[in-house]
């Protein structure tokens, strides 16, 4: 009589190797799942209601193809130019992820098969792209987006893909901390979101002056779905359904928690309101700040890192934004230079300072090249103050690494699509809007959907002021 050291529901067979984990192969597909729904329908709700009412169909259809396309692209060469074999040292080999030959093969990391990591990265790679949309709503030309999406994702966002997070790219090799996607997703969309908006030009006057939301209830369910799923967003980035995956989960909605809160708190200080839209802006720079961290930094870290992306943000928004003239030449919709640009930046910054040898081991397996400057410091030897000096060291690198490709390639992709199709929408349409450029409309209700304008963000984000709005509100 033969012994299995398995029960019977756990026999190695052809469906279910000996090298697959069933428990991380069900969580990473949950946490897939989880991030998917930050898009679709999270961020289509939150633009939809975010946006004037002329807009939101256009903002959340947006969301709904570029989802779509990059799907189709990352499964035909996208995933293996980010995580495939090495053809330089920014970028893997062009080839397909459909044959049931690779799909069942063990992934290069993690026990479960490529098609598990081939879905897990495809999501992250469409939100990316969705997020750079959150800066042009309201005026490209939906052709070129249409465009812009698979050139955009096939020579940016796979360079900064491969570069990070493949095992080949040279700034992985050096040590650079990013846990799941504060440099790879929110740097590069905040930058590419910033310099598409440049190319792509403002929106007409009278909406940047008067812009408010057409549903803040839909918008705050939007928000919801974007902060839930950040438990797949972070929590998947271990492959494993691991105890560092349970830190960065509890990390992420505690530095968020903490960074709405501060940014509620500054609000209610500055303009005497409590505004829903503005702790949802709190809540995403929470979010964004701490993803390059989430698994690497303890609970107290996480606090801090909350504190600095409710404020820092804040400032640059609501005050440096407003009295800096070249910010204002650039119409950022949905301000993505602050939200997601700046609060990355300060991630990565602060993941270099706090991050612990013994959580970078958790995750990386390996603790040898990888400690925060501040355990450096506590350690005291001239060792660990190298070490902790030369990681803050790779963290600027690759911040400035993604800001000059994102900038770069970016300007290259929307010069190219305006060639062939304008970027912008004509006069017509930016008047009209959803029934000039899809014909429908979002409500078949009379009015424009415009409510009564909250003060300091009654423009969603005002980045120029309306001669009728200079009073109480502004900060001098």
């Known amino acids: 009589m033969s012994f299995s050291p398995f029960p019977p529901n756990l026999l190695p067979d052809d469906a279910s190797p000996e090298w697959m984990n069933k428990a991380d192969n069900s969580w990473q597909l949950v946490a897939a799942t989880l991030v998917g729904l930050q898009s679709v329908p999270g961020l289509m709700i939150l633009y939809g209601g975010a946006v004037k009412k002329k807009w939101a169909v256009n903002s959340a259809f947006m969301v709904l193809y570029a989802f779509a ?10 995933y293996r ?20 030959k690779y799909l069942l093969e063990q992934a290069f990391i993690g026990k479960f098969p490529n098609a598990t990591i081939v879905f897990f990265q495809f999501v992250f ?32 966002y796979t360079v900064s893909a491969f570069t990070i997070w ?10 650079i901390i990013d846990f799941a996607g504060g440099y790879v997703i929110h740097l590069s969309s905040g930058v590419a979101g910033y310099t598409t908006a440049y190319w792509v030009g403002p929106r007409l006057t009278i909406d940047r002056e008067n812009f408010p939301p057409n549903n803040i209830i839909m918008m705050l369910a939007g928000a919801g779905l974007l902060w839930m799923g950040w438990t797949g967003f972070n929590g998947g980035a271990p492959y494993a359904a ?30 005497k309101k409590a505004s829903a839209v503005g702790a949802v802006q709190g809540m995403i720079t929470g979010l964004v700040c701490i993803t390059p961290g989430a698994g690497v930094v303890q609970g107290y ?41 700046i609060a990355g930046i300060l991630g990565g910054i602060l993941t270099g300072l706090f991050s612990e040898p013994h959580l970078c081991k958790l995750f990386y397996g390996s603790s040898n090249k ?49 060639l062939i199709v304008p970027l912008r929408m004509t006069d017509y349409e930016l008047e009209v809007g ?22 300091m963000y009654s423009s969603y984000y005002n980045d120029i002021e309306s001669p009728s709005k200079v009073g109480g509100n502004s900060i001098d």
Not at 81 to 100: H, N, R
């Open 370 to 418: 990888y400690m925060g400057l501040f355990h450096g410091l506590r350690l005291g030897t001239s060792e660990s103050i190298h070490w902790g000096i030369r990681q803050m060291g790779i963290q600027l690198l690759g911040i400035l690494f993604v800001v000059v490709v994102n900038i770069v390639i970016t300007s290259l992709v929307c010069v190219f699509v305006s």
């Open 301 to 341: 870290s996480a606090i801090i890192m909350g504190f600095c992306s409710g404020s820092i943000p804040w400032f640059t928004m609501m005050v440096a934004n407003k009295k800096l003239k070249l910010l204002q030449k650039i119409d950022d919709t949905m301000t993505m230079l602050h939200t997601h640009a």
């Open 242 to 271: 691991s105890t560092d995956a349970s830190l960065a989960v509890l990390n992420t909605h505690v530095c968020a928690a903490t960074s709405l809160l501060t940014w509620l708190i500054f609000d209610i200080i500055f303009f």
């Open 166 to 175: 493949s095992l080949n790219g040279w700034l992985s090799k050096m040590g």
């Open 69 to 78: 396309m990059v799907l189709v692209c990352w499964v035909c060469w996208g």
């Open 81 to 100: 130019l980010s995580f495939g074999d090495e053809l330089v040292p920014v970028w893997g080999k062009v080839d397909t992820a459909l044959t049931q």
């Open 125 to 156: 790679a469409a939100i990316t792209l969705i997020l750079i949309a959150g800066s042009v709503l309201g005026r490209m030309n939906f052709y070129a987006w249409m465009m812009f999406v698979p050139l955009w994702l096939t020579f940016s």
């Open 434 to 455: 959803d029934e000039a450029v899809h014909g429908e409309e979002a409500y078949s209700i009379s009015g424009q959907g415009e409510k009564l304008e909250i003060p």
